[in-house]
């Protein structure tokens, strides 16, 4: 056994799951996570950063601490406890800015840390967002106008949970929904309530042990055919064309009923 070992078989029965639970987290099987927390096989470094960021504890603390001396509480309290990204410049000494690719966004929750995806990933330099980690996320959807297909959402790393803000918008990477781009509304012990900007769709709740990382809104690429007044004129015409199905059923009904009461009498 391990000081590893140990740590995550404590963190783990804290949480009251079991191995199968963590190893589906974390997206491993239930048997190669057990050889981890058994001491029959060391975890490379894309394994520990899952289980880092799963448990909200840094990779230092989990290989080099036997934190079930210690009260956890402290633990996660302490500043260094977390995980930092490199800022790569370029030749000028600009920020250089990663591209998830739109073909390739659906394997960045295996691929982020995995420095080997990282680098080969295309970047750019924008000279006006400095002081911070950068990466640019393809947009899906209509849920937050005006990003539509084919733009890309520019967030700046946020290092930690504690400093998200109510009403600003975030690219939230989680294990269960990957990439998604919402507007934090409200923070909750243990979760935090997200809402599109588009008001078809419902806010929901997001687990903060689900969450892998938070990139807060900074700048955004749209495509060649760019119009801002699209998205609102989908919107409007969304909303207009449920009216109109509402009001033919409410006839349908009426229709119905008056019907009934005719043949009644």
Do not use: C
């Not at 947009?139 to 106008?145: C, E, K, R």
């Amino acid at each position: 056994m391990s000081i590893f070992s140990d740590n995550i078989r404590f963190l783990r029965t804290q949480k009251k799951i079991s191995q199968q639970e963590l190893a589906d987290k974390i997206m491993l099987s239930r048997v190669r996570y057990s050889k981890y927390e058994d001491g029959r096989s060391e975890a490379p470094y894309e394994i520990l950063i899952r289980i880092s960021k799963y448990f909200n504890l840094s990779i230092d603390l989990l290989l080099t601490v036997d934190i079930r001396k210690y009260p956890l509480e402290d633990i996660l309290k302490l500043p260094d406890n977390r995980i930092v990204l490199p800022v790569v410049v370029d030749q000028l000494g600009n920020n250089s800015i990663e591209i998830i690719p739109q073909k390739a966004s659906m394997g960045y929750l295996s691929g982020y840390s995995d420095p080997e995806y990282i680098e080969g990933l295309q970047r750019i330099s924008l000279p006006f967002l400095t002081n911070g980690k950068y990466r640019a996320f393809p947009a899906y959807g209509d849920s937050m106008p005006p990003f539509k297909d084919g733009s890309y959402i520019i967030g700046k790393y946020v290092e930690n949970i504690d400093d998200l803000k109510p009403d600003k918008s975030y690219i939230f990477v989680t294990l269960n929904d990957g990439i998604s781009y919402k507007r934090l509304t409200a923070r909750q012990s243990k979760s935090i309530t997200v809402a599109a900007d588009n008001p078809f769709y419902e806010t929901y709740d997001i687990p903060l042990e689900e969450i892998v990382e938070v990139w807060q809104y900074a700048s955004g690429i749209f495509p060649e055919d760019f119009e801002p007044s699209n998205a609102n004129h989908n919107v409007t015409d969304m909303f207009l064309e449920l009216r109109k199905d509402i009001q033919r059923l409410e006839n349908i009904a009426f229709n119905t009923n008056k019907r009934s009461y005719k043949k009644s009498l």
